[in-house]
């Protein structure tokens, strides 16, 4: 047996070249590094808007930011498609695949089955109308452009501020691929990860209710 | 005076704070033996398997528990990349592997009857480890042929350190038997 080790570790292999992913890496900020890249953007963003003269705002009216979610408040809304929930959520993923995807574990713990793609987790869920969890642990940031769609800042749970997007359809922008309407939406951040909850249906009191049961805050 | 090259668990430290760079030399470190973890598994894959397997390693640092040995971990990534992609191939792994020609290093050279003789028993062992079931190739790939430890080793496969130890053993009977 040792003689058949030993052939087998001076078998001369010819491996292929290994290719330099080292150089080849394009590298999305972590957690530690978007906070700080968030800190500054907000920092830049508020410069903006204290220099910036009527003129060149016309495009841009408003803008927030939280988490992976950068909202800008535009004149027109750009085309976008309607587009089911469950559309385009990538392939089912299990809980550990998702846990290092997102750096943490997919909240809530018990969940239906969950899809990703480009480093965005989702699941649906029933509220009891549908609706779609998604959460990103990433600077895998969307877009969000809203022309007359309301935009409230709330808080989701003790500590954790949310926007509540509500009203006429505004149109999302998801990393890779074309824009869609979304319907109301609460997005909040905690450690690291941005929750996204969309439901045509929903209304502010049930997807703040859904988002502390995520979070596992809900009073019962 | 050049300084030292930063050791491995303050490239990670750095890594974890959201260094590309530290990341970066990081892969470059383990960038030869992740690839051929994948190509074990996946193939033609490999490439792809291990550019995403970084990203994902990227975005999970922040779960990496600090001190821990880094080539594992990474490993563990990639391997797992490797298999959803085989998977999603429908192929079984296959090795692949042409043995090298042996350089003559030296001292009297051996008679060309001698050099094919060996040429042909290495294609033979060659041919026999692929032969085996994928589990207990695999197995023997990873601790043999990369020179792998059983826990680098139980990172690629997913297993536990015992299972890489009776894999390996039951792998040699079988590699044994077909090799003779």
């Known amino acids: 047996m040792a003689e058949l080790e030993r052939e087998l570790r001076r078998l001369p292999v010819d491996w292929p070249a290994t290719p330099d992913l080292a ?56 085309a976008a498609t309607e587009r089911p929930l469950a559309s385009g959520l990538g392939s089912p993923v299990d809980d550990a695949e998702a846990a290092r995807v997102l750096g943490t574990g997919f909240l809530p713990r018990s969940h239906g089955t969950l899809y990703e793609q480009n480093g965005f987790v989702s699941t649906l869920l029933s509220t009891p109308e549908p609706a779609l969890l998604s959460e990103f642990g990433s600077a895998d940031m969307i877009k969000k452009l809203t022309a007359t769609s309301a935009v409230e800042q709330v808080e989701v749970a003790p500590g954790v501020s949310g926007l509540w997007i509500s009203g006429a359809p505004h149109a999302v922008f998801f990393p890779g691929a074309s824009p869609r309407l979304a319907g109301n939406v609460l997005v909040w951040a905690r450690d690291g990860v941005t929750y996204r909850l969309e439901g045509r249906g929903l209304d502010q009191p049930r997807a703040l209710r859904v988002a502390r049961e995520v979070l596992g805050t809900s009073s019962g | 005076v050049e300084g030292r090259p930063p050791d491995e668990r303050e490239l990670v430290r750095r890594a974890r704070r959201g260094d590309e760079r530290a990341f970066t030399e ?49 490993l563990r990534i990639v391997a797992n990349e490797a298999r959803n992609r085989r998977r999603a191939a429908g192929r079984r792994s296959a090795l692949a592997l042409r043995a090298e020609r042996e350089e003559v290093s030296g001292g009297a050279a051996p008679s060309p009857e001698a050099v094919a003789l060996a040429g042909e028993e290495r294609g033979r062992l060659l041919e026999a480890l692929e032969a085996l079931p994928d589990d207990a190739r695999l197995a023997l790939a990873c601790r043999y042929l990369l020179d792998l430890s059983e826990s680098d080793t139980a990172a690629a496969l997913g297993v536990r350190r015992g299972t890489v130890k009776s894999r390996v053993s039951r792998a040699l009977e079988r590699l044994r038997e077909a090799y003779g």
């Open chain 1, 23 to 78: 150089a080849r890496l394009e590298l999305a900020p972590t957690h530690a590094r978007r906070r700080r890249l968030a800190v500054a953007a907000l920092v830049a963003a508020a410069l903006v808007a204290a220099f910036a003269v009527p003129q060149s705002r016309s495009a841009i009216l408003r803008f927030f930011h939280l988490g992976g979610v950068a909202v800008e408040r535009v004149e027109t809304l750009p």
């Open chain 2, 26 to 74: 990081l892969v470059r470190m383990h960038q030869e033996i992740a690839f051929r973890v994948a190509y074990l598994i996946s193939g033609g894959e490999a490439e792809d398997a291990v550019q995403e397997a970084l990203l994902k390693a990227w975005r999970a640092l922040g779960r990496f528990r600090p001190g821990a040995p880094f080539r594992p971990w990474l």
